[in-house]
């Protein structure tokens, strides 16, 4: 894992350059542009879509992003994962990305875990951030990331992207979750991946892109425009969709949350 050292109290005037088209908006202020610059966000996954939301967040002025993915970077990884070129082949996903950051914005703070994230390290990630953003690429770790965040009540955010379709959501503290909307038993099928079903370039960099503008949203604004609602984007037909879905009184994670807290 990557340390650095303890960021400044205020924005600073590189910063305030930096930064300076976002906090020229009308509806985005030095406060929201300040809340960005505490923020803590884990990123779980520095694939297709991680590699997207964690350059726009880095860009944007996140002040601490974690990273874990336990992966190398592969030569079909190019099409699609945009933080790494063929010099990169055989380098740590998580590794790579974070120095990849580090040179875009020196202003923020970067850790990386090289290694997956599972029911032994969920709970010591989530509990320390602000907000988690999931973009893994399957449904064992989807889960764990779930429940993690529902015992430590962290708000997360959950992207996925698949042939020309993509998936998001929020889920919160007090929201229905992850598996009232996707229930295990409906979901064992791990060949829902992209390495098996194939995915076109732009889906995941699309799908990474609302998921970090959400993000912001969530982390400057305070504002949760899809909790508790599933956009559905189709690159076929450039048309989307907004489903509401709520709390499955069945679900054992939601159960689980509200005897821990």
Known sequence: MNNQDNLDLE?????????S????????DLDAQEKLKFANVLI???GGIGCTTAELLARAGVGKITLIDADTI??????????FTPADIGQ???DTLAKRLMQINPHIRVEFYVGKL?????????RQQD??????????????????????????????????????FMVDADSACYECLFPKEQMADEGL????????????????????????????????????????????????RILHFEKDTNCSTCQASLSVN
Not at 11 to 19: I, K, R, S, V, W
Not at 74 to 83: C, D, G, P, V, Y
Not at 137 to 163: E, H, M, Q
């Open 92 to 94: 740590f996903k998580s």
């Open 44 to 46: 779980v996954g520095a």
């Open 193 to 240: 991946r992209c390495a098996d079903s194939g995915v076109l370039a732009t889906t995941p960099v699309v799908m990474a892109s609302l998921q970090a503008h959400h993000a912001l949203l969530y982390l400057g604004l305070d504002k949760s425009p899809l909790k508790e609602k599933l956009l559905l984007w189709d690159g076929l037909s450039m048309k989307q």
């Open 131 to 168: 907000l988690v953003l999931d973009g893994c690429d399957n449904f064992t770790t989807r889960y764990v990331v779930n429940a993690a965040c529902k015992k430590n009540a962290i708000p997360l955010i959950s992207a996925s992207a698949i042939g020309f379709q993509g998936q998001l």
């Open 118 to 126: 599972d029911q032994s390290n969920a709970d010591e990630f989530v």
């Open 74 to 83: 592969e030569t079909s990884n190019l099409q699609r994962q945009i933080a």
């Open 21 to 28: 088209r976002q906090i020229l908006l009308d509806g985005w």
């Open 11 to 19: 924005l600073n005037d590189a910063e305030m350059h930096l930064y």
